[in-house]
């Protein structure tokens, strides 16, 4: 299982971190990842982390202010969300792929987390 956390109001500009405990099994051999799905558009692929040289991606719009991370030691991936705007407003989903690599597919991903709600105010 998944569990999403850290969500949250913020104001444009602000910072928030995402967490993503992982619980009944170990993720060290999944690639992570963290999805968003805003009102009225698609689930969209926003980082993720490989499983084992740990190398990210992220998407155009995210770039220089996201930052992807994994703890092994405590089963937990990390997004560290700087300069928040509105447009990152979303509900924020992290999902484990097992094996080294990740796809912009959701429906390549084994277990999705339930979901945090993040909003940005103007």
């Known amino acids: 299982q998944l569990q999403a956390s850290g969500g949250g109001l913020v104001q444009a500009g602000g910072s928030l971190r995402l967490s993503c405990a992982a619980s009944g099994r170990t993720f060290t051999n999944y690639a992570m990842a963290w999805f968003r799905q805003a009102p009225g558009k698609e689930r969209e692929l926003v980082a993720a982390i490989t499983s084992g040289s740990g190398n990210t991606y992220y998407t155009n719009s995210v770039k220089g202010r996201f930052t992807i991370s994994r703890d092994n030691a405590r089963n937990t991936v990390y997004l560290q969300m700087n300069s928040l705007k509105p447009e990152d407003t979303a509900v924020y989903y992290c999902?484990?792929?097992?094996?080294?690599?990740?796809?912009?597919?959701?429906?390549?991903?084994?277990?999705w987390g339930q979901g945090t709600l993040v909003t940005v105010s103007s």
């Open positions: 999902a484990a792929k097992g094996g080294n690599s990740y796809y912009a597919q959701g429906s390549k991903y084994d277990y």
